[in-house]
DNA sequence: AGGACAATGCCAGTTACTGGCACATCAGTT
DNA sequence: AACTGATGTGCCAGTAACTGGCATTGTCCT
């Protein structure tokens, strides 16, 4: 339940202590009544803040559901900020993804299952999810264009390849969901959500060439036609 | 502004009336007076149906703003249903997608264009058409599954093809609408999209091995690492 | 013409979200 | 310790999207 930084101005460790109170019990009163069936009027009544209050720490009932996807995210852009460009782009993205899931905090892990959890079983959560998923692109594409100097408007690639990174996202995040189920406990951490995405990532290559398998009755394929 | 075919029941006819008016009354008064600024309640006013019957109609505000692109996306997966699949699955969904916009009513281009320029500069808009890109996708990918006996969970590829299929649409539709503007009316059109869309399919081999251009200061690049 | 069924309108309610202003709490200064 | 400016919080009243229920109207079929 990691305790704000003592260093920390009063005010500041009150804060990130009110923003964390939020959070914690929207996951629990989430979790255990559904997302759509907890008002927000039970969740700061809950929480003893004002709705004002509330609204002033996140923008929307979603935000506060998803706020550990929200902190990978922000770090995420953040690890890109201020790393080195070598090599192929989308490795790069690959390995900044990578990195960021691996330095979130100790505590980060757990709240970030629940929060999946919950949008397993959420549509509107899973909506805004893959939203956010997508805004991150953005904000991604904008960085490299800043550090690149290039125009995401003059080259597709560039757009494209933020596009992809975020798909890897996805694919092996909805795939690491259901793993985490099927195997029980123990499973389902932070190691076989980096081993899912990174999977996703090296199946790129491949699912470019992919071909609808041969199965009985169909005609003979013909000779593979250019991507 | 094309009347409903003569052939169909008079309350199909009705209905599909009602509907057209609702969608081109929103797409006026939005570009007009903006999404956020246009109630509903002057909506259904201008539109004379009430509110009770705008939502069995449209489930939301934005669904009615986006009508086109909801129309297009509808055709897309019906074309896709009805489609033999040879060759690779990327080559298949760019041919459907293209095949797709392609045949869509005279009338449609006019709509959809009014539509992206209204998107254009509205986020909450913005946001959802790329939300329902996303939806579309995992239709697509269910689609798939069903014509080629394949578990989407099982192989990582089939879901990624999906993926890229729309990471094409959305930045071929994003160049597009940016072209659209620069170059003043008669670009723009359909046959522009199509382009548009086509070029960000063709550009896809060559992201995934784009790697930062050289820039002067930079020291000299390692050998392109594995992707 | 008349009954079945489909579409619409009306009304009253819920809930996420917002602006404005008064009040409280904290940090730095004297 | 009191003073001050800044920053955070609570309260209140309001807006607007969306929903359920039921009576009413319109269309289809015989």
């Known amino acids: 339940m990691s305790t704000p930084d003592r260093s920390l101005p009063l005010r500041e460790r009150k804060k990130q202590r009110v923003r964390r109170t939020l959070s914690d019990t929207a996951l629990?009163?989430?979790?255990?009544?559904?997302?759509?069936?907890?008002?927000?009027?039970?969740?700061?009544?809950?929480?003893?803040?004002?709705m004002r209050t509330f609204?002033?720490?996140?923008?929307s009932k979603e935000h506060v559901a998803l706020a550990a996807e929200g902190e990978l995210w922000e770090a995420f852009v953040a690890d890109l900020c201020g790393r080195?460009?070598?090599g192929t782009l989308l490795a790069v993205l690959r390995e900044s993804m990578l990195d960021s899931i691996r330095d979130m905090g100790e505590d980060w892990e757990r709240r970030f299952i629940a929060t999946r959890g919950l949008a397993a079983r959420t549509s509107v959560l899973r909506d805004f999810s893959e939203l956010s998923s997508i805004?991150?692109?953005?904000?991604?594409?904008?960085?490299?264009?800043?550090?690149?100097?290039?125009?995401?408007?003059?080259d597709v690639r560039l757009r494209l390849v933020g596009e992809f990174a975020l798909s890897a996202w996805r694919c092996g995040?909805?795939?690491?969901?259901?793993?985490?189920?099927?195997?029980?406990?123990?499973?389902?951490?932070?190691?076989?959500?980096?081993?899912?995405?990174?999977?996703?990532?090296?199946?790129?290559?491949?699912?470019?060439?992919?071909?609808?398998p041969h199965r009985e009755g169909d005609p003979e394929p013909d000779v593979i036609t250019s991507a």
């Open 28 to 50: 629990r009163l989430f979790l255990r009544e559904g997302f759509q069936e907890t008002t927000l009027e039970r969740l700061v009544d809950e929480a003893e803040v004002s």
């Open 55 to 59: 609204f002033r720490y996140f923008p």
């Open 84 to 86: 080195e460009v070598h």
């Open 135 to 154: 805004r991150v692109q953005r904000q991604l594409v904008e960085v490299l264009e800043e550090k690149l100097g290039i125009d995401g408007r003059e």
């Open 173 to 212: 995040a909805k795939n690491w969901v259901r793993g985490g189920r099927q195997y029980g406990k123990g499973r389902g951490g932070r190691a076989e959500l980096i081993r899912r995405v990174a999977e996703a990532f090296d199946a790129i290559p491949a699912s470019l060439t992919m071909t609808a």
